[in-house]
């Protein structure tokens, strides 16, 4: 065991985990420069329309208060490519929530105070927040998010599904969801003699640099974002968002450092969110379970200013053999906040109706679902036909029905009770696809033997650093403890975003290769190497061949236990169980957080998280943790994580698949299934409120 905490899949500690308990890790607004000035946003309070007048001399009489920054006088900006960074440049308003005003003072309570005095006189319109399958300026457009493209069919499958013997056609409807990462965003903003600084709590720096550059019309060298300690993101911070532009505006006004941290409540306006879906999905069977047809059919909404169409149907062309399938994805703009990724965007409710779908049609067959799933399994990718580059979905289904005792289950539904409740089993598979992206590092040796890798990765509570340091290690072929590892700022060679769980696979590679550049050059021993021994993969940024001649996904098994309270309507989960195949798992002790932290995030999908536009007001209902309701401990009572090994060479020098996302994946419908189990009844709305299942 000497080398064990060299090697790649060791359950390394965290580094940075005693800062963070200890309270001393920084975040973005706990930066206090001196003279540190504090911006609160006016959020718009109509549907939409435009401001007329805004006035503010009753909040500049207020003490404390600075400059209040409005679309007459804040800074211009160049035009962005995402609308929604175009903050206080015109009257217009989009949504509801959006920023129309920012109030800067000298602490963050007279700046809430200002922003309560700012009077704003609005010219408001008719607002439509309502999503229908038939509202008439719905479309389909090119693409779904992720470039993928929006409709694709193969066969016949209208025909094929007519045709078949053993037939589901149901609809599914998920409500908008929130991310909610625990640190709310937030930006501290500084101008230093013509150079931009920001501490930003941000999935990706390196964008984050060269969105500000734009918009300041800055040489990128001018800039430097900082984001050392990230409290979560799930998507929400994997663009720059309005914050840091009203943060680095109001510095510039002020000519002080200000900090912008967003009240909780004005989240779900600003940072996007997961678009609701309504879902109708069509399987038609053989009556031994062979799939004929599978068609999926999704309408979402996106906002009037960005088209975001969440790729619902997307995982529908990977997951079982068919040889019609249909998917299909239609979008409705509507006066809604942006609507943006969300953990595992796409797969995450596309997977929630598929997979209840799926045990809908077990049902149908009298079948048991995990035997459902493994007579479907593929040979190759059923929309693309390439091959996989490695699949273990069914090693996953029969791992996990072992390790829960699934061969105890009883077949029919509503079997076991205990008092008023009744308790049920269920189960979903999950994908996910493997996403890379270039990126560059440095290796740096010495004097000592001790070894120093510099990336722009971003520790958004993952464990970043110590799992760079551990790839490190192992290509440099030393003892972790040898390896530090800088992340967290601009300055550091560039590299893309943690996000599309493609963060590892992408840094990862970038640092195996300047690291194993770096032993090469000291093996050759021809004297010191040159540039204080700077080893940089620069020249090729990682091999990230986004186009592979394989299909590369990970997959999963996700087992639920719940009790239905015939009661009252409550469901607990009293048992989760995830088995996964995500190539090779490269820190088993953080690898496992991430999966459990997914499943955790389904199991609040399936039972408390949904939000609600109010169509009178057009805003979001539940805003805060208040109302929307996120799981806490209390409600996690058993859960497992498991992985079976895979050796894919097709992937990256890690042999690493992403796991940050698709721990979520299949939770969701696991759930729902277990509770119909329990209780007979489909219930096809999430999530599964008292109020619903009683
Ligand atoms: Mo994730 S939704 O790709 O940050």
Avoid at 181 to 195: C, I, N, V
Avoid at 317 to 344: G, Q
Avoid at 425 to 431: D, I, R, S
Avoid at 662 to 690: C, D, K, S, Y
Wanted: proline share 8%.
């Amino acid at each position: 065991m000497a080398d064990a905490p060299t090697a790649l899949g060791a359950p390394v500690e965290r580094r940075e985990g005693r800062d963070k308990v200890t309270g001393t890790a920084r975040y973005a607004a706990e930066y206090p420069l001196p003279g540190r000035a504090h911006g609160w946003p006016v959020p718009a309070a109509i549907g939409r329309g435009a401001v007329r007048a805004i006035d503010a001399r009753a909040a500049l009489d207020l003490p404390g208060v600075l400059a209040v920054l409005t679309h007459e006088n804040a800074p211009r900006l160049a035009e962005p490519e995402d609308p929604t960074l175009a903050v206080l440049q015109n009257p217009r308003v989009p949504h509801r929530g959006w920023f129309v005003a920012l109030v800067v003072a000298e602490t963050l309570e007279e700046a809430r105070a200002g922003a309560a005095a700012v009077r704003v006189d609005y010219a408001a319109e008719d607002h439509d927040v309502t999503l229908t399958e038939t509202h008439p300026e719905a479309y389909t457009p090119d693409t779904a998010n992720g470039g993928y493209p929006a409709h694709r069919e193969h066969g016949d499958p209208e025909w094929a599904f007519t045709s078949a013997p053993v037939r589901v056609d149901v609809g599914y409807r998920l409500p908008p969801l929130h991310n909610h990462p625990m640190e709310p965003h937030a930006a501290t903003a500084s101008w230093q003699g013509g150079r931009l600084v920001v501490h930003d709590s941000s999935q990706g720096a390196t964008t984050v640099r060269t969105v500000l550059a734009g918009l300041f019309e800055l040489p990128e060298d001018r800039v430097t974002v900082v984001a050392e300690h990230v409290g979560g993101g799930f998507g929400c911070k994997g663009t720059p968002r309005p914050h840091v532009v009203l943060a680095a505006m109001a510095a510039r006004e002020t000519g002080r450092p200000v900090t912008v941290a967003l009240p909780r409540r004005f989240l779900p306006a600003v940072v996007g969110h997961r678009a609701p879906t309504l879902h109708r999905v069509r399987l038609g069977a053989a009556a031994d379970g062979t799939l004929a047809a599978v068609l999926h059919e999704v309408t979402t909404h996106t906002s009037r200013i960005k088209e975001f169409v969440e790729q619902a149907a997307t995982p529908a062309r990977v997951m079982y053999a068919a040889a019609n399938i249909l998917t299909s994805h239609r979008v409705v703009p509507l006066d809604v906040p942006s609507p943006s990724w969300m953990r595992a965007p796409g797969e995450a409710p596309g997977m929630f109706a598929l997979e209840s779908a799926m045990d809908e049609l077990a049902v149908e067959l009298g079948m048991d679902p995990v035997e459902l799933r493994i007579a479907n399994e593929p040979d190759a990718e059923p929309d693309s036909g390439r091959p996989f580059s490695s699949r273990h979905l069914v090693e996953c289904l029969r791992e996990g029905a072992r390790r829960f005792d699934w061969a105890a289950r009883p077949a029919a539904p509503r079997a076991r009770t205990a008092g008023p409740l009744l308790m049920g089993t269920g189960v979903a598979a999950a994908t996910y696809p493997v996403l890379v992206s270039p990126a560059t590092a440095t290796a740096q040796a010495l004097p000592g033997g001790d070894f120093v890798v510099r990336i722009n990765a971003t520790d958004i509570g993952t464990g970043a650093r110590t799992v760079m340091a551990q790839i490190a290690a192992h290509a440099l072929g030393v003892p972790v403890d040898r390896v530090r590892s800088e992340v967290g700022s601009s300055d550091l060679p560039s590299a893309p975003l943690a996000g599309g769980s493609s963060g590892t696979a992408s840094w990862g590679w970038a640092v195996h290769e300047a690291c194993t550049r770096l032993r090469a050059r000291l093996a050759e021993g021809t004297g010191p190497v040159p540039d204080q021994g700077i080893v940089t993969n620069a020249d090729t940024a990682g091999h990230a061949d986004a186009e592979s001649a394989y299909a590369r996904h990970a997959f999963g098994a996700h087992f639920a236990e719940v009790a239905v309270d015939t009661v009252t309507g409550e469901v607990r989960v009293s048992r989760l169980l995830g088995v996964y195949a995500a190539g090779r798992i490269l820190n088993a002790r953080t690898a496992r957080s991430q999966f459990i932290g997914g499943m955790t995030m389904g199991l609040g999908m399936a039972l408390t998280e949904g939000s609600t536009m109010d169509p009178a007001f057009g805003d979001f209902t539940e805003s805060d943790l208040a109302a929307y309701h996120v799981p806490a401990h209390a409600d996690v009572r058993d859960i497992e994580a498991y992985w079976v090994d895979e050796d894919d060479p097709h992937l990256n020098p890690m042999g690493s698949k992403g796991i940050g996302e698709i721990g979520i994946v299949g939770t969701a419908a696991a759930i729902g299934n277990a509770v119909h189990h329990a209780t007979g009844v489909r219930f096809r709305e999430l999530p599964l409120t008292p109020d619903r299942v009683l």
